[in-house]
């Protein structure tokens, strides 16, 4: 159940505990086990967070996808 409910809710977890990327998994023997590592992918220019998908938008290659998509939104004029 709290397993369920942490795997739904996995894309807002890096926000609560102010890190780049979580992953919840299933331990063989059921039981909670956390493990920090380095993050992948590229860093953020804008936010900081460590992101596999960062440099993915041609127009805002140093951003995550989420920076790219808020800078699009609200400074479409604004060029690289
Ligand atoms: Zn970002």
Partial sequence: MEFELLKEEADILDNLFIVSQ?????????????????AEGEK???????DIRTGENEKYPDTC????????KNYPDLQE
């Fill in 22 to 38: 979580v992953e919840i998994e299933k331990t063989e023997d059921g039981e909670l086990d956390i493990t920090v590592q380095h």
């Fill in 65 to 72: 996808p989420r920076c790219a998509k808020v800078l699009e």
């Fill in 44 to 50: 953020c220019q804008r936010c900081w967070k460590y």
